[in-house]
């Protein structure tokens, strides 16, 4: 039986019966199989180990910068280096994913018994087994490669654990207050940026340095370091106008007035996400402003064909500051009202109609490159800021939103990126 | 122009000592008048202190001053400040006197007491002292003053107030002046905090004086009046563009005539260009002018520095129930990421900065002080009381307080609005602006103003 095979039988397993001890029982018959010469790990030392890495509070083993996703210089990179950064980052994962299984753990009882948070939790305890087990020795480039490996399933299988851990959320309102909820979410969401980032450049590091590899100088790992916001947003502006255009038979537009040529390093997953989910709702904003204020005999003509009047463009400001760039989205969709803007950066706050609540299902149409984020709907999942923000704020930077009630808002996205690579 | 040597001998008009200007702190002691009464505080030989407050007896009496510090200032909605819809009597004039006599000593107590409580050094500075003297006289004056039973009782009452109104016209420029030298005798945190409580106290006691002086006028003039929105030149009806228009030809005017040369960028309006509401006049116009101040100023560093010419600003006006939104969009190079964290304070950044302000800055505002001074003496048989406040809107370019956005944000904040920026570096400034329409019976309390 294949490896990734065996793992979804332990996942299937778990999703059934969410008590953890047969869980782990489980584990240990794959994990015995499947590492080489570790131990077995039984239930205790499952715990000794989160527990262990839980408590590692400096800053050494559990926070990272940009810098440090590019120390090595451009791919390819020595054999040594890369098990170096595999040492360094598998400390950090754990350390992360450790927390997070606490932090879980530290739900109230009854929401973990919510098939969809159990199925979080133990895809969690699994993540931890796999990075500890895979990553206990390495010395070797094969070491390496099973670490690689593992690191890979790692990441697979969490890449659609937002929108179920958004469900089970939305489930358990009752059994736990929003600043609870924000707080967890965003201790959580922070986290899982983090070890996502790691294990996903370390992975590209190594494909980019084997032997087989045609180098690239223009990406170090995940890192881009010739990115282009202008071109970014014009690939998501192209794409969320279709999905306008099916769901209300427009198609808004974006402009970009000053900062076409301006690039910069930095990972083009994060600030596509972040833009994405700008743009999504300032197209949003706009289209439904639009066909409020203005009277349909304007914009369609009397056999129902588009007449020249279209909604405005959002006007997209790109700006390289000293230590990183600023992009300022600007609309004309009437504004965000005094009551709902206390609660735009809290979770699972979604201004889209209740009935759509199925905002998980609508309009599930794959992003521009794989993000793993689980479908742009055009609304509907309450996420879209709160962990827009997450990503910009992650290394220094900022989202701050200023709005003028009755006419538009402005959205000041400020990326810290380094000067030259 | 009066010298200053001819204020001297202006009597006060309520006990007929010599005049509470504030330059007296600094005279020989020999011209010192304490209202008929030696104390031994004329026997301290050092110049620190002013004799009227500086005396043991001024310790002692404090007892009073405390009585009244510790009652709340009662809480004034906008309707009782702007008595929207209501029919005047005799009686409904006396019982605003009455109200207005009790609350301005309270008020004012608030604020003794705070002053009272800051640290000597502090206080010892020539215009902390003269302000404080001045609050603790006027202090002493409404509080003196017996119930109002009728009109005749209230005409004086309102001569009072009139006279208190311009003994204090030059109390801002005294303060901004106290905390350009006192700051790095205090916690900066601490001298915003006491700043913004003044001002915001200051705004609160002129509102509630101005109106009442404005309700008894019309009321005298014409008892079958009713008062609206345009009572007591308080609350103007303001059309959005136009002040941005006419506060814009000022910033401008007075803008070339310091840079004579250099190009100014023009405004370009959009949005609900025709929205009018009301506002009171001069808070509404300081704000906006220092708004377009700043933008100006930018523009001009940037164009000495790159020799392009300035994009136009984009103005936009929103109307939005509650308020009037407006938003000045720039691209005069925004604002240095150092000075961001010192953008709402009165103590500015780092001290060098401050030294810098402190020594440029005083001489200026001194002449502002004198020139306001002077157009008091005479004014004082007027009726409309001069704002320090519309001195200040008219002050040159090349005065830069550096106190432009703090101001601005509490007189916004003040009656419900905000004032906020955002800075793209090496591009330009958004700033934003909420008016509070005050024509709405809105029913928000001003419970911290104080």
């Known amino acids: 039986m294949s490896l990734w095979k065996r793992m979804r039988t332990c996942v299937h397993y778990a999703v059934r019966s969410p008590g953890s001890i047969r869980l782990i029982f489980t584990c240990s018959k794959v994990s015995s199989k499947f590492s080489l010469e570790e131990p077995v790990f039984t239930n205790f030392d499952v715990n000794k180990v989160i527990g262990s890495y839980a408590r590692n509070v400096t800053t050494k083993t559990s926070s990272f910068n940009f810098h440090d996703l590019i120390q090595f210089g451009r791919p390819p990179i020595s054999n040594e280096a890369l098990i170096l950064n595999a040492r360094t980052i598998r400390e950090i994962i754990l350390t992360s994913l450790s927390r997070r299984t606490l932090a879980l753990r530290n739900l109230p009882y009854i929401m973990m018994l919510n098939p969809n948070i159990s199925q979080i939790y133990n895809k969690y305890l699994l993540s931890v087994n796999m990075v500890y087990d895979s990553g206990a020795k390495l ?91 202008a071109a970014l947003c014009r690939e998501i502006a192209g ?75 959002v006007v997209v400001t790109i700006v390289r500051t000293a230590n990183g760039v600023v992009i300022r989205l600007r609309d004309r969709g009437g504004g965000i009202e005094e009551e709902n803007l206390r609660r735009i950066w809290g979770y699972s706050e979604s201004t889209f109609e209740e009935e759509e609540r199925d905002g998980f299902k609508t309009l599930n149409t794959p992003p521009p490159s794989i993000t793993g984020t689980g479908g742009s709907a055009m609304g509907g999942l309450g996420y879209g800021l709160p962990l827009s923000r997450a990503y910009a704020e992650y290394f220094g930077g900022s989202i701050d939103l200023e709005t003028c009630f009755g006419w538009g808002t402005d959205v000041y996205v400020n990326i810290k990126t380094p000067q030259a690579i | 122009m009066r010298s200053r040597s001819t204020l001297l001998y202006d009597q006060c008009r309520t006990c007929r000592c010599l005049p509470l200007s504030p330059y007296r702190a600094r005279r020989p002691r020999s011209f010192a008048h304490r209202h008929g009464r030696t104390s031994v505080g004329e026997r301290f030989n050092s110049s620190d202190m002013p004799p009227s407050t500086v005396s043991s007896r001024h310790f002692y009496q404090n007892e009073t001053l405390l009585d009244y510090a510790a009652r709340s200032a009662k809480p004034v909605s906008l309707r009782q400040l702007a008595f929207f819809g209501l029919k005047l009597t005799n009686e409904k004039i006396i019982q605003s006197a009455n109200f207005v006599r009790q ?39 409404i509080r003196r003053f017996p119930v109002i039973k009728t009109l005749e009782d209230n005409g004086l009452f309102c001569d009072v107030l009139r006279e208190l109104l311009t003994h204090h016209t030059a109390v801002i420029p005294h303060l901004v002046m106290g905390v350009i030298e006192c700051s790095d005798l205090i916690d900066s945190k601490r001298m915003d905090r006491f700043m913004e ?52 030809a000022l910033a401008r005017s007075l803008t070339r005539s310091s840079y004579e040369d250099i190009p100014i960028p023009e405004l370009v309006f959009e949005g609900d260009v025709s929205t009018k509401f009301a506002y009171v006049a001069s808070h509404l116009r300081y704000i906006v002018g220092e708004i377009l101040r700043n933008t100006f100023e930018a523009s001009l560093e940037r ?41 709402w304070s009165f103590v500015k950044g780092p001290r060098s900065m401050i030294r810098h302000h402190n020594f440029e800055q005083v001489p200026a505002l001194e002449a502002i002080v004198e020139e306001l001074e002077a157009s008091v003496g005479h004014a004082t048989g007027q009726k409309k009381p001069i704002s320090s406040l519309a001195s200040l809107t ?47 019976e809105s029913r928000f309390v001003q419970e911290n103003n104080i």
């Open chain 1, 139 to 229: 010395e070797t480039k094969e070491d390496n490669d099973r670490f690689v490996q593992a690191l890979q399933i790692v990441v697979e299988t969490h890449t659609n654990a937002i929108p179920t851990l958004a469900k089970g959320f939305a489930e358990s309102q009752t059994y736990i207050s929003g600043d609870a909820t924000n707080s967890f979410l965003d201790a959580h969401l922070h986290d899982r940026i983090g070890t996502r980032l790691l294990s996903k450049h370390h992975v590209a590091l190594t494909k980019q340095s084997s032997p087989s590899a045609t180098p690239d100088p223009r990406f170090i790992g995940l890192v881009d370091t010739q990115l282009s916001p």
């Open chain 2, 103 to 141: 609350e301005l000593p309270t008020r004012m107590a608030h604020r003794i007491h705070d002053m009272q409580s800051l640290p000597y050094s502090v206080v010892r500075n020539n215009h902390i002292s003269s302000v404080y003297e001045l609050y603790y006289h006027s202090f002493n004056t």
């Open chain 2, 394 to 440: 008219t002050r040159s370019p090349t005065l830069r307080l550096g106190m432009g956005l703090p101001m601005s944000k509490i007189y916004a904040e003040f009656w419900g609005g905000k004032v906020a920026v955002k800075s793209i570096d090496g591009f330009g400034c958004d700033v934003f602006l909420h008016i509070s329409k005050l024509g709405n």
């Open chain 2, 197 to 248: 409580s003044m001002l915001r106290s200051r705004i609160s006691r002129r509102v509630l004086t101005e109106q009442h002086i404005a309700l008894t006028d019309a009321f005298l003039k014409d008892p079958t009046f009713q008062p609206s929105e345009q009572v007591g030149q308080v609350f103007f009806q303001c059309s959005a563009a136009d002040v941005v228009r006419q506060c814009d």
């Open chain 1, 239 to 313: 794409f969320l106008s279709d999905v306008c255009d099916l769901q209300y038979g427009m198609r808004p537009s974006m402009a970009i007035d000053v900062g076409e040529d301006v690039t910069v390093a930095y990972i083009p997953e994060h600030l596509e996400y972040i833009l994405t989910e700008l743009l999504k709702n300032s197209f949003r904003a706009t289209i439904e402003h639009f066909l409020k204020m203005t009277p349909a005999s304007q914009y369609r003509s009397k056999h129902g064909m588009p007449t020249g009047t279209v909604p405005h463009p």
């Open chain 2, 303 to 343: 164009y000495q520095a790159i020799r392009i010419l300035p994009a136009p600003v984009l103005v936009t006006i929103s109307d939005a129930p509650q308020h009037v939104i407006f938003r000045f969009s720039d691209q005069a190079g925004g604002i240095p990421p150092e000075i961001i964290p010192y953008l």
